[in-house]
């Protein structure tokens, strides 16, 4: 019944526990996902040994996406299948960001985000992705989060993103941490919105909708 996404750095495990063998650094990173587990507390990520690989092949406009989900499968089946995380935040190779104090676009193999080539390159590794997740029944539990605390001048930015996922990945949510506002309706499958911004006629208007509500 719990939705929840803690950060868990393991960069930060590592300082803290001095680690520096690559088997130390993913055993003491799976005691605090057992530790998780065991609280019924879900992180942004489950996967930082176990990564979906994504290479690119060929030349210029001909490239395409060759996606390895081996690591990555077998470290879901465990953390979702098994211990019931209940969500994880899915990084997206290329995409930009920001805050509300600045952002930027992304690029993939050389192309910026909002070209042609970079649209078809997006498309081909996020759909594969995608399509992935949803017939191992992953999808659900997967959201994005590429973007904190916009500005409302940071609104018409954040929609162009949330439009370029959409097209390439249909059917992955897209988290924001942002109150619900007119600007944003239609683009937000997720609202993360500080506690004093929700109302409970706020939270039934977006649940009418088809969309989550969180808080922070």
Request: proline residues 5%.
């Amino acid at each position: 019944h719990l939705r929840s996404a803690l950060g868990l750095s393991t960069h930060e495990i590592n300082r803290y526990h001095q680690l520096t063998k690559p088997e130390d650094k993913q055993a003491v990173y799976d005691k605090y996902l057992k530790n998780f587990a065991e609280h019924r507390i879900s992180p942004y990520s489950f996967f930082d040994y176990a990564p979906i690989n994504i290479k690119f092949t060929g030349d210029k406009t001909n490239k395409q996406a060759k996606v390895d989900f081996t690591q990555f499968d077998a470290a879901a089946k465990r953390w979702l299948d098994q211990e019931k995380f209940t969500g994880f935040s899915l990084p997206l190779r290329g995409m930009g960001g920001g805050t509300f104090q600045g952002r930027h676009l992304g690029s993939l193999e050389g192309f910026k985000e909002d070209t042609p080539e970079f649209a078809r390159l997006f498309a081909d590794y996020l759909g594969q992705v995608t399509g992935h997740l949803r017939e191992r029944g992953w999808l659900d539990k997967a959201y994005t989060y590429w973007f904190d605390e916009p500005d409302r001048k940071d609104y018409a930015f954040v929609v162009e993103g949330m439009k370029r996922i959409k097209a390439a990945g249909p059917g992955l949510r897209r988290m924001l941490t942002e109150q619900p506002e007119p600007e944003l309706f239609g683009h937000v499958d997720i609202w993360c919105g500080l506690t004093p911004e929700w109302t409970p006629e706020k939270v039934a208007a977006r649940r009418a909708a088809g969309e989550e509500v969180w808080w922070y």
